[in-house]
């Protein structure tokens, strides 16, 4: 057997979202390699407590290889990721027993469409998986499988009181805003007022600024304009931070609160825009070279800003000084930051085939991508 039990699977997540537009849970897809002669789930369960902390989302864990779902339901415990069981298990004659033994136990598990009616999910968890067309039987509580309409996913958080959306509509909430309403967030904008009032440090004040990449794009292009003179072009945030000053940062910010936004369908798309770029920043661990850190963390924060603004993203990126890397790479699809570009765009897919082909083509080692990918999303707060 492998030395780490993450050299042996590919993996994906799909994000859970509460009625507050914040991350309830990250769904991990886990797909054992086509080599793997087999994964022990004890080790597997045991590296992702080690990788997951308590302040982390919770953790749903999606397997399709019946040997390791098995192997998952003998060995989960009720402290561990929560088993999206699959939709033959309804059926299954070794499945569904096994399945409503591990409950029994403790384990939480999500069924897919109606529970059995002979067991009761556990208190205060989710039990079901819904598709939307099953809305008008929602009850409070359940997760909602996400259909990609905006009116659906509001009305299941907001009416229905689900548990959380799996899956946000992006494309019909971005169809759906006025461009007025694809302003910077109103929330971030407060919160890095705040911390500079608090005397944060600029390493905590940059990280609140790209918490919304519309507004650390709007702040890159003002403080070229108003700053650029001092000491020629500015590529990053933090470079931004330093020679505007933090008293100028603030004044700008309070000036931009009339025109921001606070609408919450928003929250999701900016969420997982930061997400990738965090991903990015993994895969493409810097070091020491916290220049290269920041400018890899543009990178995968600007890759989506044409979605956010209704612009092409060449007409976008071309206001900013940015480095050639992050240009090649978003722009011409070349460069050396584009592999690990597409491989945090597999991952967000949960396209597993597509990312053990990526890591095949370009070298990645499947540990490596995977340790990236659960170090960026156990770090990440709403």
């Given at each position: ?110 069924w897919p469409g109606r529970p059995p009616a002979d067991t009761t999910p556990p208190a205060k968890r989710p039990g079901v998986y819904l598709t939307d067309e099953a809305q008008a039987a929602l009850s409070p509580g359940q997760i909602v499988l996400g259909s990609g309409h905006r009116a659906q996913t509001d009305t299941a958080l907001d009416q229905h009181a689900a548990w959380a959306v799996a899956g946000w509509p992006v494309e019909d909430v971005l169809h759906s805003l006025s461009a007025q309403a694809r302003q910077p967030d109103r ?196």
């Open positions: 057997m492998s030395a780490s039990v993450l050299d042996q699977l590919t993996l994906g997540y799909r994000f859970l979202w509460n009625h507050r537009r914040e991350i309830a849970a990250v769904e991990l897809h886990a797909e054992p390699l086509p080599e793997t002669g087999g994964i022990d789930a004890r080790h597997l369960l045991s590296t992702l407590a080690e990788l997951w902390p308590m302040r982390a989302p919770q953790l749903l864990l999606r397997v399709g290889h019946p040997l390791l779902l098995l192997d998952l339901l003998a060995h989960g415990r009720a402290d561990g990721p929560w088993l999206v069981l699959p939709p033959e298990v309804q059926s299954d004659a070794v499945l569904r027993p096994r399945a409503l033994q591990a409950q029994a136990r403790g384990l939480p598990l999500v929330t971030a904008i407060s919160r890095v007022v705040r911390a500079i009032d608090d005397d944060a440090d600029l390493d905590r004040i940059e990280t609140l600024l790209s918490a919304d990449p519309l507004l650390a794009y709007r702040f890159l292009q003002h403080v070229n304009t108003a700053a650029a003179q001092l000491r020629g072009q500015i590529d990053t945030l933090q470079r931004g931070l330093q020679v505007w000053g933090l008293k100028h940062v603030q004044a700008w910010l309070l000036g931009q609160l009339p025109q921001a936004t606070n609408e919450p369908d928003l929250q999701p798309v900016r969420l997982g825009m930061v997400a990738r770029a965090r991903v990015l920043e993994h895969l493409l661990d810097a070091g020491d070279e916290e220049d290269l850190r920041r400018e890899v963390q543009l990178c995968g924060l600007f890759s989506q800003l044409d979605r956010l603004l209704g612009e092409p993203l060449a007409a976008v990126l071309q206001r900013l000084p940015l480095s050639q890397r992050i240009l090649q790479a978003l722009l011409e699809h070349s460069g050396p930051y584009h592999p690990a570009l597409q491989l945090a765009r597999s991952l967000e897919l949960a396209d597993t085939r597509a990312t053990r082909l990526l890591c095949e083509s370009y070298g990645y080692t499947p540990e490596d991508v995977n340790r990236a990918l659960l170090h960026a999303l156990a770090t990440l707060s709403n």
